[in-house]
């Protein structure tokens, strides 16, 4: 994915996620002034309900796919201040602008293009890379283990 004339690798696509982020470290890498980010009233909540900044919002163009089947559009991305091995996270809303459908097993995203249907894949070992180093230090143990949760009982309530 190519956001403000710079490609970026490490994006992740969450169709679960409701906006796209972009992380800070990614938004100074790219040189953007930060006079550039528009003021943002609300917070972001992580994966264990806890508060995420907003520094702003900022709307770059992003191209997606090669030529002759590319496709563009402007994204507004969130931008947090948070530890992340992605660069990016792409929730609905981008997805959406590009007429982009995802598959998360096969990496794939395919898009309208004026001429055709684009595609992207996602690159395995990249992935694996990224997934790891989420799993190493503070991250690690800001992640809950799943046995603290039986929703067996749960389920059996919702069923009667």
Not at 78 to 87: F, G, I
Request: aromatic share 10%; hydrophobic share 45%.
């Amino acid at each position: 994915m190519i956001i403000s004339d710079l490609l970026k690798k490490k994006v992740l696509v969450d169709n679960g996620i409701s906006a796209d982020i972009l992380y800070h470290h990614a938004f100074k890498q790219m040189g953007i002034p930060e006079d550039r980010l528009k003021p943002f009233d609300s917070h972001l909540y992580g994966f264990l309900r806890n508060i995420v900044p907003v520094e702003g919002s900022v709307e770059l163009p992003i191209w997606i796919g090669s030529a002759p089947h590319h496709s563009f559009a402007m994204i507004v991305f969130l931008v947090v201040k948070a530890q992340s091995a992605y660069n990016t996270i792409l929730g609905r809303p981008g997805p959406n602008l590009l007429r982009a459908i995802t598959s998360a097993y096969q990496q794939k995203m395919k898009f309208i293009t004026p001429e055709g249907i684009g595609d992207v894949r996602g690159y395995q070992i990249e992935s694996r890379e990224c997934y790891a180093m989420l799993l190493k230090g503070k991250l690690a143990a800001e992640s809950f283990p799943i046995e603290m949760f039986d929703l067996r009982d749960e389920a059996q309530v919702m069923r009667n």
